[in-house]
């Protein structure tokens, strides 16, 4: 089936995901507030949008990748957002780790323009999906899965169907959970590693053989190789505050939902506060 695809919010991620779509030889429009990642689509065969208004007018299936609910809402809802423009019969994918009932909400506002909407979140880091090697984990309506299908697939090594609609965010932010746990546990065994005298690299060897050492966690401990005035430049601590605040979103999302299902995440709620150290960022910075 031939689809025309649209896409809103070319972060990292998300410029990953649509640079997949023309180069499949599927149509797309994209957009974004930041004009540099459109005009490098461009040469991969994109059109560029003037706004969400015109993506949504374009397109039968439409991604949505910005950080957090709040910019959903705002992408999708209003006179000039993606519903009040999009055909009815369309489908929007939101890939952005959002609360559960964000997605809910949004798939009843939806629902009235006669559009379909789906939760899929990504994983697997922007060079994998890059690369066509997503993990596209999709909650929603089969019908508007299988209408999503050529679009998910053009960047997709693996997709799993969760079911109802929201159900892939909960997943989503477990695992996002589970993934901080990991960089914080692995980065206090690296130190330990180095401050009883012995190289990070036999740390490294040894997880990965016994299976507790993964590709993520070894990129992850990559950062503790750098030069301290590399860690400490601002263009580093830049990012390294960006990635702590998306992980600060997630975690604190995952925590809401243990509390709204009466559980006690104790680990989870110290890695929350541990966020500063476990990303390296230089924590004056963020007080000044």
């Known amino acids: 089936m031939t689809i ?43 059109k560029a949008a003037t706004g969400p208004a015109e993506v949504g007018s374009g397109a039968d299936v439409i991604g949505i990748c ?22 009815s019969g369309s489908v929007i994918c939101i890939h952005s780790t959002i609360h559960p009932d964000t997605t809910i909400e949004m798939a009843e506002a939806a629902k009235t323009f006669g559009i379909e909407l789906l939760d899929v979140p990504v994983a697997g880091g922007p060079l994998r999906v890059e690369q066509g090697d997503a993990y596209f984990m999709v909650g929603g309506e089969e019908r508007a899965f299988e209408k999503a299908r050529p679009y ?11 079911g109802a609609l929201g159900n892939a965010s909960k997943l989503k932010l477990a695992i996002n959970l589970h993934t901080n746990i990991s960089f914080a546990s ?18 490294e060897e040894a997880g990965e053989t016994v299976g507790t050492l993964g590709t993520m966690l ?4 990559s950062l503790s190789k750098q030069p301290e005035e590399v860690v400490q430049s601002e263009v580093m601590q830049g990012h390294l505050i960006q990635s702590m605040g998306l992980a600060e979103k997630d975690v604190g999302l ?35």
Not at 20 to 44: F, I, S, W
Not at 66 to 87: C, F, I, Y
Not at 259 to 286: A, H, I, M, S
């Open 4 to 46: 025309r695809c649209g896409f809103v919010g070319l972060g990292t991620m998300g410029k990953a995901i649509a640079a997949n779509l023309a180069p499949k030889g599927l149509e797309t429009v994209v957009y974004d507030m930041v004009e540099a990642p459109m005009r490098e689509l461009e040469q991969g065969g994109a």
């Open 66 to 87: 910005v950080p957090a609910d709040s910019h959903v809402r705002e992408v999708l809802l209003g006179d000039e957002g993606v519903l009040a423009n999009a055909a």
């Open 152 to 162: 998910l697939e053009a960047s997709a090594g693996k997709i799993t169907y969760c």
């Open 186 to 203: 692995c980065l206090e065994a690296a130190k330990l590693t180095k401050a009883m005298g012995l190289p990070q690299e036999l740390f």
């Open 218 to 221: 070894l990129q992850f401990l």
């Open 254 to 288: 995952a925590l809401d939902m243990a509390r709204e299902n009466k559980l006690f995440l104790p680990v989870g709620g110290l890695v929350n506060q541990l966020l500063p150290t476990v990303y390296n960022v230089d924590d004056k910075k963020l007080r000044s």
